[in-house]
């Protein structure tokens, strides 16, 4: 057999994706032994174990369960069904050990490459094959566990033992970008595209493309930098009321929030770390680790606001002078390593300017990659959403509880990324690699 049923992806083809999945999940544990493997470091995230073990139920339940008939997200074994065991409740669980849950891995794995090379797709789902969308929704599964295991793994800070990131790449030095006095770009307004009708890749969430009416509006030319947030901390942010919203304040007060986490000061200098690696704040590099309280306050401090998720879709991938919606800020082309900065190895957001094609059609820097950025909305259903293939992904999460999250993060893998892309959590967040840009109306 040559081809998928479809034609769409060859057998190759698929057990390449689904084995860089793979391979990237294999090297960010490497470093850990199986009691750090099996340990909750925090309540806000899962045991790695519990998401390696989730990982391979997951696979096993679209890719080899879903061949022999319908299958519901429901059906994914209680231990590892997020829903019948929250977060928090995790560390509880008498989880597999590291032997028994790599050996499942490699089971499930194989199973799923004999049914292809057997060109056997059962009774599966057309709509769930059609163009390959199964196996690109499992490697992005396993993509978007990538980066939490990475979340929970900066967590990690027990007795100095510290995740020893497996560097393999250093960011290059940030270069100049061009934006207008105040540090931001012009978006004309009109109607415009966002969403996308692609079924090959998008999640139901990111589905219909539809028009928008925009008002004009200005965004940062790049994500609020830390040298720019020190200066909001120096001239008393935290402590400023004003600035804060009724619940955003709540929050502060109970948090005890005074900088971004993971920032400390060491005789008159910030510093943060990340993973492994302390150094002091560069004022060059996008603010991180900051919840969406903090960005707020921190735009009505400089005049501003967060954008909403239109606005911030169409500042990075509608170009204005021709009518066209692009994939990424630069067009159409995937990610690659000269693109942005995504994909873990570099293990820290790089300078603004590093990657001069970041660039979106109005002069937008750095809206894939780096950090991700929040936005002004709550998670909502686009005019015309549909759940597809289970509720559990996007419809059960719909309402005010979440606000929305952009572009991704240099944790982010590539093939999980895209303008259209949606990521939300809840405002009080910060563990996620999580910063912001401002905008302005007119």
Not at 10 to 36: F, H, I, K
Not at 253 to 267: I, S, T
Not at 337 to 358: E, H, I, V, W
Request: charged share 20%; net charge negative.
């Amino acid at each position: 057999m040559s081809q998928t049923h479809d034609g769409t992806l060859t057998p190759g083809e698929v057990a390449a994706l689904l084995q860089d999945a793979r391979e990237r999940t294999l090297l960010l544990v490497s470093p850990l032994p199986e009691d750090e493997l099996m340990n909750q470091h925090n309540r806000l995230m899962s045991p790695v174990v519990w998401d390696m073990g989730h990982i391979a139920h997951f696979e096993e339940l679209w890719l080899v369960r879903n061949l022999e008939g319908p299958v519901q997200f429901g059906e994914m074994p209680g231990i590892f069904n997020p829903f019948e065991n929250p977060r928090s409740v995790r560390g509880q669980l008498a989880l597999p050990r590291l032997a028994d849950t790599l050996d499942h891995m490699a089971c499930a794995r194989r199973m799923v490459l004999d049914r292809i090379v057997d060109g056997d797709t059962g009774r599966a789902d057309p709509q769930l094959l059609a163009g390959g969308y199964v196996y690109r929704m499992v490697a992005q599964h396993e993509y978007q566990h990538n980066e939490t295991i990475l979340q929970a793994l900066q967590l990690k800070d027990e007795d100095g033992a510290r995740y020893r990131a497996p560097r393999a790449i250093v960011p290059p030095a940030g270069r100049p970008v061009a934006a207008d006095a105040d540090g931001m770009v012009r978006f004309p307004g009109g109607t415009v595209h966002v969403g996308t009708d692609d079924r090959t890749a998008a999640y139901d969430n990111e589905r219909p493309r539809h028009a928008v009416e925009l008002a004009p509006f200005r965004i940062g030319a790049w994500a609020v930098t830390n040298g720019e947030y020190a200066a909001f901390i120096a001239d008393g942010g935290y402590d400023n009321r004003s600035l804060w919203s009724e619940a955003g304040w709540k929050h502060r007060q109970e948090a005890g929030l005074a900088a971004p986490q993971f920032w400390e000061m060491r005789d008159g200098q910030w510093w943060t770390r990340s993973m492994d690696a302390e150094t002091p704040v560069d004022p060059d590099r996008p603010v991180c680790h900051v919840c969406w309280y903090e960005a707020e306050a921190y735009c009505n401090w400089a005049g501003g606001r967060l954008p909403t998720e239109q606005e911030w879709e169409a500042a990075a991938g509608w170009d204005p002078a021709t009518g066209t919606q692009r994939a990424y800020p630069w067009g159409d082309e995937a990610p690659g390593p000269l693109d942005a900065n995504l994909d873990q190895l570099a293990f820290q957001a790089a300078q603004t300017g590093a990657y001069p094609r970041n660039v979106s059609p109005i002069g937008a820097y750095g809206m894939i990659g780096d950090v991700w950025e929040w936005t002004a909305s709550d998670f909502t259903a686009w005019p015309g959403y549909q759940t597809f293939p289970y509720p559990e992904y996007s419809e059960v999460f719909f309402g005010p509880d979440y606000k929305v999250l952009k572009g991704g993060s240099w944790a982010t893998r590539p093939g999980a990324i895209r303008n259209t892309f949606r990521n939300w959590d809840y405002p009080i967040r910060r563990q996620i690699f999580a910063g912001f840009r401002c905008a302005l109306d007119g």
